[in-house]
């Protein structure tokens, strides 16, 4: 995407709050990343159904609504974007923007305009406030003229804002003709059958799928996991976590070993629990455990809805169903290992991040650390990378391990210590084809400076040190290091033992002399 007009400080509109990020347009159709890392969307031209533009207070807003009913707000416009935008839109993806007009009047009557899963209160022909229906919980009928509808109350949507939408009531008259009935059917009841029709209100409460006491490592605990279809619920003893689908960024599906896999969701916004806000949640399967479940759909909605996302029952090992069935229901895509491969043929390399063990994997656009605490960095936000060797001084198995230091560009590092030595060609040749700058290492030095470091044994500063290594031959890492060991250990004991003879022979020397004193007034003389 080298063609395109770019937009800095763009907010995404939604019922949680507005984020800050960056918009692309090209002729391949939109994106935006928002600030920092995190969310992305990424929207193709053969998706947008309509443009339109609004004048909203201090800035322009762009609306795009997509064909599957869709709609994203971007704010955050200056005048002179406007007519730039609009031309690119209309000459490089084919659709004529369309201009929207905001009320300002402040009156709370007018109609009602439902396009997608949008809802619009419209004041004459101005726009007073729109709701997106995915958001809406339950619904139902107060009296014979009052809709009240409740939004979604999740752990993730709003969660660094004050204040989120949580219901509201609509008065509709028995005069209306908008939505005009008969006298077993208001105008009220029409317009809650079609609220229903277009949420999943009718279905909210009973899950699709649930999936019984599954191991999470973040939020540490067990919990039940049950998939509906607008959201996920996590049930613990003593948790209990709602999270819209529309968090949802991303899933990550990473072998951990043969016995156990990984499967992340990461969130946008994350979940919080006290103070502390987790961005991933990392489930732990078995490997091997097999599955069969049968989904709680409707023969309708397979062939509608979720027709080529969903089946009506799944067997096989609980990761894979567990991820095919989220996938469906959310939308969200599956990252999964890529080429890199480590000297055991395994997807990661053991390393240590602050104080945690755990596994860095390379992955095609990223690298992620898991399980704790889950890290992951993305390859366009990294600065430079640098190898570097493990421990200081005479340490003699320092050179077995060396650090990997990922600068961000905003200036964050992290650093991956103690990663096995014979993982360093595997890493460096990975790196080096992503096209990440590595500090202080060019094309022509990859097999001395640093690699000379991590190959070569300790400095040589002890000539006998040196002499035990070239006798070593072609020992083994782990003789060597023994070897090292029991060197340092009779170093230390021939050291204590010329200690305390040093000071036994001082002690005998003092007391030598205290009985050779001559007595006081032959001192004198001497001393005259």
Not at 142 to 155: A, L, P
Not at 288 to 295: A, F, Q, T
Not at 336 to 365: H, I, M, N, T
Request: aromatic residues 8%.
């Amino acid at each position: 995407m080298t063609d395109g007009q770019l937009y800095p400080n763009i907010l995404l509109g939604g019922r949680g709050g507005t984020n800050p990020g960056q918009l692309k347009v090209h002729p391949g159709g939109i994106a935006w990343r928002k600030q920092g890392g995190g969310k992305i969307i990424e929207i193709e031209k053969a998706d947008i159904a309509r443009v339109t533009w609004m004048k909203v207070p201090r800035a322009y807003q762009l609306g795009v609504r997509l064909k599957d009913g869709l709609f994203y707000k971007f704010i955050g416009f200056r005048e002179q974007d406007v007519s730039n935008l609009t031309n690119y839109i209309q000459k490089n993806i084919g659709v004529a923007a369309e201009e929207k007009q905001l009320s300002t009047s402040g009156h709370n009557w007018g109609e009602i305009d439902i396009n997608g899963n949008m809802l619009t209160f419209l004041v004459g022909s101005k726009q007073a406030f729109e709701v997106s229906l995915a958001d809406v919980a339950q619904t139902q009928l107060q009296g014979k003229t009052d809709v009240y509808m409740e939004f979604h109350v999740d752990d993730t949507t709003g969660a660094t804002e004050k204040d989120s939408l949580m219901d509201i009531s609509f008065h509709i008259p028995t005069s209306n003709t908008q939505f005009s009935g008969d006298e077993n059917r208001p105008p009220a009841q029409v317009f809650l059958d079609k609220i229903v029709s277009l949420t999943d209100v009718g279905s909210s409460e009973e899950a699709v799928v649930t999936f019984e006491g599954i191991a999470i490592l973040t939020p540490r605990g067990r919990y039940s996991v049950e998939l509906h279809f607008s959201f996920l619920r996590l049930q613990g003893l003593a948790n209990d976590f709602k999270i819209q689908y529309s968090s949802v960024v991303r899933l990550f599906l990473l072998p951990k070993s043969n016995q156990h896999t990984f499967v992340i969701i990461t969130l946008d916004p994350p979940i919080r629990k006290g103070q502390t806000l987790y961005p991933h949640i990392v489930i732990q399967f078995e490997a091997d455990n097999v599955v069969d479940r049968d989904l709680a759909l409707s023969e309708e909605l397979l062939t509608t809805r979720y027709k080529d996302k969903l089946e009506s029952s799944y067997k096989g090992l609980i990761h894979e169903v567990f991820t095919k069935v989220l996938r469906g229901l959310s939308g969200a895509k599956v990252t999964r290992p890529g080429s890199f491969r480590s000297c055991q043929d395994g997807y990661a390399v053991k390393s240590s991040l602050k104080a945690e063990d755990g596994l860095l994997y390379p992955l095609e656009k990223g690298f992620f650390f898991l399980p704790k605490p889950p890290t992951l960095i993305l390859h366009d936000e990294i600065d430079f990378v640098e190898f570097e060797r493990h421990g200081t001084g005479g340490s003699s198995v320092a050179s077995h391990y060396f650090d990997l230091l990922v600068k961000l560009k905003n200036d964050q590092e992290h650093l991956f210590r103690n990663i096995q030595r014979n993982e360093y060609n595997h890493l460096i040749e990975f790196i080096k084809a992503k096209g990440m700058k590595i500090l202080n290492l060019t094309d022509a030095q990859t097999t001395n400076g640093v690699a000379t470091a991590l190959q070569d044994d300790d400095d040589a500063v002890d000539p006998h040190l040196e002499r035990i290594k070239n006798a070593a031959g072609d020992e083994s890492d782990e003789e060597f290091a023994c070897r090292m060991k029991i060197l340092w250990l009779k170093k230390m004991i021939v050291g204590l033992l010329q200690m305390i003879l040093g000071m036994r022979s001082l002690m005998q020397v003092k007391v030598g002399e205290k009985k050779n004193h001559p007595p006081k007034s032959q001192k004198k003389k001497l001393l005259v």
